[in-house]
């Protein structure tokens, strides 16, 4: 079965650091374009970063020079390591996949930045 399943979600204070987990199986994972995105509540979905198969990233103004996303082509993971983390990163974080002519979405996991 083709999917994507998150992890790593939590409950953290701000400044902390979380690091989610995005377990994919796909057959030949390294041509995808691996993206995290988020939600927050009343708001629309955002681009969080994305990172060629190549290694290429590209990162959302807010999270840049706090969030790193990084992937292991052989494992089939894609990381999204979160520094400084504030309230407003309060969402729910969503790994994409991308290749020509086929998008497909994880479940979400549940970040919340509270004090």
């Known amino acids: 079965q083709v999917q994507l399943v998150e992890s790593g979600g939590d409950l953290v204070q701000p400044g902390g650091s979380l690091r989610l987990c995005c377990a994919a199986?796909?057959?030949?994972?390294?041509?995808?374009?691996m993206s995290w995105y988020r939600q927050a509540p009343g708001s629309q979905r955002e681009l969080v970063a994305s990172i060629s198969g190549g290694g290429r990233t590209n990162y959302g103004d807010s999270v840049k020079d706090r969030f790193t996303i990084s992937r292991d082509n052989a494992k089939k993971m894609v990381y999204l390591q979160m520094n400084s983390l504030q309230p407003e990163d309060t969402a729910v974080y969503y790994c994409r996949a991308d290749r020509t002519a086929m998008s497909l979405w994880g479940q979400g996991t549940q970040v919340t930045v509270s004090s």
């Open positions: 199986s796909l057959s030949v994972f390294a041509i995808y374009v």
